[in-house]
């Protein structure tokens, strides 16, 4: 408040101070030229004033933040990420990122109407889309927290690109599946007539069908989050594998051969097993690539 009352103040005083230079050169030179100078500096005021009060606000020009500040938006940004649910953009820059973030905090200032396309409230779909979205994130979140993830045998630009491209685009489509069947539901209230639902039936069953393919395409999600499960188990079968040692020796102790020789067999076997299962769980990560929106 009292920043805006000394630019007010500048400003007239700016204002009268130039008008006054004006008339005096113009009263003692007679000479419009003369006064040139100084109406530009009068332009050049205005054109900074206006754009000064028209700037938007996450464009100007902000102050440091003192460190309890920096603390409290740091939890105020935490509370957001634990209370808000959305699916944002994976284009989307850090700077972004926290500008969406800072636009459900009271008192911030900021906007997120720049980036309404690039984001979708979970909340406001509807409770089908939500299961929808939720077991494909299930899908994802057992993908990120398995032991082959960790371990990094899985392909990278699978988990690490493909699979929040995934999730936006089926956040998205949901989206606009939600804002359809709402639109269907506002068609069919009142008198339906067969004209009516000659225009409604297309568009009800390209609906359905849309349905049904991001019903698909989560299902990939979740058979490809199956596949690295059975990977993991397949590292456990390993790890498990590699104690056969001891059994082959507490074996030799009682003199089983033919226990020996089984437990031999039976691991030389396993190992083309395992390999194949964490291979498999490669490929189907590998085909979420070929996926598109639908």
């Known amino acids: 408040m009292a920043k805006g009352c000394l630019y007010a103040l500048l400003t007239v005083a700016s204002t009268a101070t130039i008008l006054v230079t004006c008339l005096a050169a ?10 040139l100078v100084p109406v530009v500096g009068l332009l050049g005021v205005c054109a900074f004033l206006v ?35 959305f699916v944002a953009d994976p284009d989307l820059t850090e700077e972004q990122r926290l500008t969406i973030i800072d636009s459900f905090i009271p008192g911030r200032g ?24 939720e077991r494909a994130r299930a899908a994802v979140m057992a993908v990120y927290t398995s032991r082959v993830m960790r371990r990094r045998l899985l392909d990278g630009l699978a988990n690490e690109v493909l699979l929040p491209r995934q999730i936006w685009e089926i956040a ?9 069947h709402e639109e269907q539901e506002r ?12 225009v409604l039936e297309p568009q009800q069953e390209a609906l359905r069908r849309s349905v049904a393919s991001v019903t698909a395409r989560v299902e990939r999600l979740e058979r490809y989050a199956r596949r690295v499960q059975e990977a993991d188990a397949a590292l456990r079968a390993r790890e498990a594998l590699d ?15 033919e226990g020996m020789r089984d437990l031999e067999a039976r691991g030389a076997a ?22 598109r929106p639908s």
């Open 26 to 35: 113009y009263l003692v030179t007679g000479s419009a030229g003369a006064v």
């Open 51 to 85: 754009a000064r009060d028209t700037m938007p606000r996450d464009m100007a020009p902000r102050r440091a933040l003192t460190a309890e500040e920096a603390r409290r938006l740091a939890r105020e940004r935490d509370h957001v990420r634990r209370t808000v649910d």
């Open 110 to 133: 900021a906007s997120r109407a720049p980036y309404r396309d690039r984001l979708v409230l979970v909340p406001e779909l509807s409770p089908s889309a939500r299961a929808l979205l």
């Open 172 to 180: 998205t489509l949901l989206r606009l599946q939600t804002d359809l």
């Open 187 to 198: 068609a069919m209230r009142g008198v339906v007539t067969p004209e009516l639902m000659a």
């Open 243 to 257: 104690n056969n040692d001891k059994y082959r020796d507490l074996l030799a102790r009682t003199d089983d051969t």
């Open 270 to 291: 396993l190992e083309e097993t395992l390999a194949e299962s964490v291979r498999v769980a490669i490929d189907a990560g590998r085909t979420l690539s070929l996926d």
